[in-house]
């Protein structure tokens, strides 16, 4: 009896989450490629929020987002011509200008203004392009997710990269925002023994849920440790904070714990992770690394790149393996929360209620 | 306005109209094989209009086709034994007549009578194989679909083919009847830039919708001008003819015009389409090439055949990438139709009531 | 007339048959893996009567089986680590004993106690291992189905071997009590054109269900005639026999009848044909041979086990291409059975009952 008193304060209250079926939120902005994704007049394709989106830079190098499908007969217009500004159908040869109104058909004499392909509001701060494909009165109305820092090089070294994991957006960024699957998951690229054991904090700041790790003192993964020349006793600070369905953003502060107190230096690296759903069963993610050492030393920055990825390929391993699971065990199965889900909990709970409310 | 009146007329109205979730026509002729298809003794397995179907080809010549499934415990006769014009089950030895019917079980002393295969009425107009999987009573009261200058060789030279798309066989006659695609979809093999543009008319001939497009002066695409050395002005004149749901034809007739009047000859080039639904997601394209110029030249012959090819691999590249969409893209999508669509939705609509009336 | 009277008796009634949709049978022991699938420390992932299964030893040599998928966030505990006789989460390092209940949460300070994987009893009768999925409160009272023969090797050659087939248990537990197809799919391997047509016999004995087959005199196949040097006149006298869902034997005599009677011996060779559903297309399936002559020759023994796993393979050709017609063929389709169904139609009725009466 005095257990389950102990115990249950520890337990989360996770009814009403968020998970794989629960519709998409549109009002929202989402990353929809890498500028370098978009070479001019080269339409790329995207499954985005469930639906087949076209991309391509015109001429004036601006972003165009429509609908990947010919309103005449389906046909997919990232498989089309971009001829100028505008956008020729492959099949019948169609041709939309970047509003996605007909400007031409070939068999007839006028265009009908009915045909009409759908268009997205695009944002570029590269090396991100954003899109919005929520209700059109209120993309103006709602600003960028704030990573400013990683689009705007001054002061850090930046990488990009992507992947594409068959897993929904909703667990990525629960994994995201529990950060004490280091030790298990990660233990072999930036985990270490000690980390999920670390104190941490959960708190709301504005709409931002914040989830702040001390793990002090501490040795520094081979991946950090090298590259600073950190090989002793080290503080790792991390905060990790959900921002929108589009954006999480991992903070870290590196600390020498064997120097005097005032010869420390914050050492820094973040990672704006950019979260878009395709369907219900992938999510495509982006993210952009920067830091604030050795900035200059390609090689370096190189390694610590291959290092994440490779911390990456181990969450796409997890959510995957989860995600497949859930698909294919028809067994009933109520899956249950700890301390540590207070954040991710609070995110789904949250998910779940604004899809609820755009789709009421 | 004076656009939106003007556009009117050119918009056609598209409702009723058939597509993948159609169900198949069965009281029509459809080519299951070609003739060479078929090795006496050796079962061939086909999937038609939803149906597993088996065919062989009997010590007297005859083809025999029926269900691809024995009636004991369902396993597919056409990876069973022919042994005379009798098919034994490949897993207890059942044998059944050309006819269907139980003939002998092997572990038992007679022959169930209810023990029987299903099988189908086949006409064999060389190279093609015709089958009927319609109404028992109404295979004689209908006439092979009118292609006898395919399956005659007098004056024609003659090439076979087949392939199979991922496409509803819907699609795949739309795609038949509108050739203003050539000039996009086909720029790179059959197609010339002013074909699209070029005038045609629509109208029915008794039950065959008719589609008649004169390009003139032209250019001849390489696949026609080299054999024919017809390299400067030229008319292309191009007769799209849908008779019934397994068949289309394209005829053409090729003239030089810069000899003088009475010094032209009408080349011709015709295409049997013989289309044959397997489901909803899948089209068997059998081919009749009959040309009437370089008939003996076996290599002009060839490349010919190979051009005409690389065009049917477009045309299953834009049916494939539009049912890929169709399928795949959840969001509510209404697709409309311009002039040149006019034989199109009159021949999907046919389909539609066919269908209709046929499983009422 | 006369005929319908003689056919008549030879049909079988084949109404309330399981097939691929009945539900699993819980209450009954199925063979999980191997003994030696099971190395320690290691653990294994099993898909069983449509859960996804963990089995592992612990340090003393036990087997313990728990469902694979963490009560935390569904990751797969089979791609875990076990430490000692616990399993610890790959993901989030969360502990279990191997009775399933949680024993550490990283993250917090006391495990919560209704956080708990569900296990399953194990029994291991090597080389099998057996499990228990249905009521826990049944398993002491439910003996393992008996083949004892088939787990001390005392006087046997064992041989064991273990293959996945796209098909309902079902059809195979149906194909091993209908010998009669060794004439025909078997043709190649172990069967001989009148092994059919020989007299045979079904019936009761206790609970299970017993097909007895005297082909003699007869010719054995080369698989059995090399090893006994017995290519003249033979007695093969087969007994099937089903005893559960997880079990079926078929025992087989061999005599030489060119010797004076005097002087015949019995050979035997004896194969467990132990059965476990996966889910509704798949069905795992394990053997064990046991063979009383030339025991001591590996080469002859090997011989042996590779013509029977390619009869084994030949049956997996049959069951995958039913399974797979059965599933695509949406026409509506009834089958039916011939005397030889008997055993099989009682063991299908049996198990259609079973199943619906524990999912009553």
């Known amino acids: 009896m005095a257990t389950a008193l102990a115990t249950k304060p520890e337990m989360i209250q996770d009814d009403g989450l968020a998970d794989e079926d629960t519709p998409f939120i549109f009002n929202a902005w989402y990353v929809a490629c890498l500028s370098d994704d978009l070479e001019t007049g080269k339409p790329l394709a995207r499954k985005l929020l469930g639906v087949n989106v076209m991309l391509y830079r015109t001429s004036s190098g601006e972003v165009v987002a429509m609908r990947d499908r010919c309103p005449h007969r389906s046909f997919p217009l990232s498989a089309s011509t971009v001829e100028g500004d505008d956008v020729v159908c492959g099949y019948h040869g169609i041709r939309y200008g970047p509003d996605g109104a007909c400007k031409a058909v ?23 392009v954003w899109i919005w494909m929520g209700d059109p009165l209120r993309d103006n109305k709602t600003p960028l997710p704030p990573c400013g820092w990683a689009t705007d090089a001054e002061g850090w070294a930046l990488s990009t990269g992507s992947m594409t994991l068959n897993a929904s957006y909703v667990f990525l960024h629960e994994n995201l925002l529990d950060l004490s699957h280091l030790s298990f ?33 501490t040795r520094l993964p081979v991946l950090y440790a090298d ?10 600070i991390v905060t990790s904070t959900y921002y929108s369905p589009g954006l999480s953003v991992s903070a870290v502060i590196l600390q020498n714990l064997d120097l005097p107190q005032e010869a420390r230096t914050d050492h820094h690296i973040r990672t704006a992770q950019l979260v878009t759903p395709q369907d219900k069963n992938n999510v495509l993610y982006h993210f952009v690394i920067a830091r604030d050492f050795v900035k200059d030393d390609a090689r370096t920055g ?7 990825k ?30 540590s889900d207070k ?6 709970r949250r998910l779940r209620a604004e899809a609820e409310a755009e789709h009421a």
């Open 343 to 348: 954040a991710g909990v609070m995110l789904r």
């Open 310 to 339: 490779a911390a990456f390929d181990e969450d796409a391993f997890a959510l995957e393996s989860l995600a497949r699971i859930r698909r294919e065990d028809g067994t009933p199965f109520a899956e249950r929360s700890i301390s």
């Open 227 to 236: 590259p600073l020349d950190m090989h002793g006793n080290a503080a790792r």
């Open 302 to 308: 190189n390694d610590i790149l291959v290092g994440i």
């Open 106 to 128: 070939p068999t007839q004499k006028h265009a009908p203004r009915a045909m009409r392909v759908q268009t997205y509001t695009v944002r570029e701060t590269s090396p991100l």
């Open 185 to 217: 998951l990660h233990k072999n690229t930036f985990g270490t023994p000690d980390y999920a054991a670390a104190p941490f904090s959960t708190e709301l700041s504005g709409d931002a849920i914040v989830v702040r790790r001390v793990v002090a003192p």
